[in-house]
């Protein structure tokens, strides 16, 4: 029973999809004949039917997507009186905006994906999105950067909240409602001026988002953080990417070793592309920054010099917020908040964007890593669930001694297997894989993640295998 009902489903949806591309061809072929007269020519002169009308045509439109909405605007303004024109344009607006967004609703996701590889800019956009889907929205309708429709499809297979959705197209859209409706109004009266008030409020308006769009798209970076990766960048050593190649062109998890801090900021200096550190959460919030860095970092000094770290796990509070809030990470927790971590993570993965992650702790593997905590593949099932698409992980090598951050093969996610099991695999063939890359390199000296005397750091070579 359940499979006829998703038959009969698909069947609807396919159904529904071809009228509507046969809709959008007999719009396209006959698109020369939709003019402002021929509007008028066919509504209803009687008020309430030509208002009925007027909706109609509107939710005509944002099924064609070809005819601009400029033109039913206008004709609002030659039917009504201005007031009642631009309550009409308001909702014809919401029509427009509404019927789009519910059919693509329940496509979910994978809708949302196709639209952004045909449009690279709406990967910029999103990271609007994530900090405000209401400005997302607005911006979205200022500055057109994808047509009215389409936004709207996006817009409900992204799953943007619908009030928010709703409020936000009507804001987005007022001033070219106000434009077009006052051209329509001052086609009889032939009075120009508030015509041309109206194209000024426009264009500024226009103006102002994309401006404020462009500084959007660029993530917010404290100037004083900008100042701390340049003298990074001047003072600690220059590491080469090996390996490159091995990464996919669009999302993956990138697993290495810690080395110290030297993983975390060899990455944030010179990792390519987009990319997104799981860092300790802790370290981005005022009032757990001291007692996470004095545990983490000095907890095993000896009791005499104890009070001195904990006095100086307090001072690099500020420095600490300055860093973490501006770097590219994503906060790690141990506590209900971990659901945010992996919420925000697959969100990146969703746009493109690398996830990085050191999941190593305190149990030994061999020499050259410790053992990886395995919960962060549950990012593939989650990042399967919303794309339908398998996530590759690729090992790191970090070599503070060589200077170079080294790639291997990916090791991709099984999602058909069981959960449990993949964790496993995928962990274990994951240490193999940076362990092998360490051994396969010339002799050097590998930083571990213990908190060890430097005369007890391990070499990649295997004790065994040493002559």
């Known amino acids: 029973m359940e499979t006829r009902h998703r038959t009969a489903g698909r069947a609807l949806r396919a159904a529904a999809i071809f009228a509507w591309l046969v809709l959008i061809a007999l719009a396209a072929m006959h698109r020369r004949d ?38 039913l605007y206008a004709a609002g303004g030659v039917l009504f009186p201005l007031p009642v024109a631009l309550l009409a344009g308001v909702c014809g607006t919401l029509v427009m905006a509404a019927v789009p967004y519910l059919l693509a609703r329940g496509v979910g996701a994978a809708r949302a994906d196709e639209l952004r590889e045909k449009h690279p800019r709406l990967r910029r956009f999103e990271q609007i999105r994530s900090r405000s889907p209401f400005a997302f929205v607005v911006a979205l309708r200022c500055v057109n950067v994808i047509n009215f429709d389409l936004g709207s499809m996006y817009c409900g297979a992204a799953r943007v909240p619908p009030l928010t959705f709703l409020a936000a197209s009507v804001i987005g859209k007022a001033a070219d409602l106000a434009v077009w ?17 109206a194209l000024v409020v426009d264009l500024a308006l226009a103006g102002a988002a994309a401006l404020w769009v462009g500084k959007g798209e660029a993530r917010r970076v404290s100037p004083f953080f900008r100042f701390l990766k340049g003298l990074a960048r001047l003072l600690y050593p220059k590491y080469a990417v090996v390996g490159a190649e091995h990464l996919p062109d669009g999302a993956c998890v990138v697993v290495g070793n810690h080395a110290k801090t030297n993983g975390p900021v060899a990455c944030e200096l010179y990792f390519p592309g987009e990319r997104y550190i799981w860092c300790a959460g802790e370290m981005m919030h005022k009032g757990e920054v001291a ?19 904990r006095l100086l796990s307090h001072l690099v509070v500020p420095l600490a917020l300055c860093v973490f809030r501006n770097a590219g990470v994503i906060g790690v927790y141990h506590d209900n908040r971990v659901i945010r971590t992996f919420r925000e993570s697959v969100e990146k993965l969703r746009l493109g964007a690398r996830i990085i992650i050191f999941p190593e702790h305190d149990a030994p593997h061999n020499h050259v890593v410790c053992d990886f905590q395995d919960r962060f593949i549950d990012l593939a099932r989650l990042y399967y669930k919303k794309t339908g698409a398998a996530l590759p992980f690729v090992p790191l090598y970090v070599a503070p001694r060589l200077k170079a951050l080294y790639l291997g093969e990916p090791i991709w996610f099984d999602p058909d297997a069981p959960l449990e099991q993949e964790r496993r ?20 000296t590998v930083v571990p993640y213990p908190n060890v005397p430097k005369r007890d750091y391990p070499t990649n070579v295997p004790k065994e295998a040493a002559p």
């Open 181 to 197: 409706s006052v051209m329509g109004a001052s086609i009889e009266e032939r009075d120009p001026v508030p015509l041309l008030v």
């Open 425 to 444: 695999r995928v962990c274990d063939a994951l240490m193999d894989a940076v362990t092998g890359i360490a051994v396969s390199l010339p002799p050097h």
């Open 291 to 309: 007692d996470y860095a004095f545990r983490d970092f000095w907890g095993r000094k000896p009791r005499a010099v104890r009070w001195f770290y």
């Open 34 to 71: 939709f003019t402002l007269d021929a509007i008028l020519h066919y509504t209803p002169e009687n008020p309430l039917p030509a208002f009925l009308a007027l909706m109609a045509l509107f939710a005509l439109k944002s099924l064609s997507v070809v005819f601009y909405a400029g033109l």
